[in-house]
């Protein structure tokens, strides 16, 4: 959903809702909704400057060399390769008083 005026927030809380992986070559936001702690399906940030063929190979081996995006923010850089960093969605606050 590039350029149509919808905010960040909300296209993350969507793709969460729908179950769905996030690409996006907005790096600084969306390591900052990762690192807000909230659980989700997945983040992969890309450089803008890899041929597409290539991002898509990068992509997809970076996919298939682990076992869940799960709460993972995915780096793929202008050379094709990927690092990851997982991390524990922080606790949901307890309905119970």
Known sequence: MPHQGIPDHEQFA???AD?????????DDYRRLH???GA??????????????RLAAAILDAIEARPSLSNT????????S?????????????SER
């Open 14 to 16: 969507f793709a969460i």
């Open 19 to 27: 179950g769905r992986v996030m690409l996006t070559m907005n790096r």
């Open 35 to 37: 690192q807000r702690g």
């Open 40 to 53: 989700h399906s997945g983040i992969i940030i890309c450089s803008r400057n890899v041929g597409r063929q």
């Open 73 to 80: 923010l995915l780096r793929v850089n202008a050379g094709g």
């Open 82 to 94: 990927a690092n990851g960093k997982t991390r524990r969605p922080l606790a949901e606050p307890s």
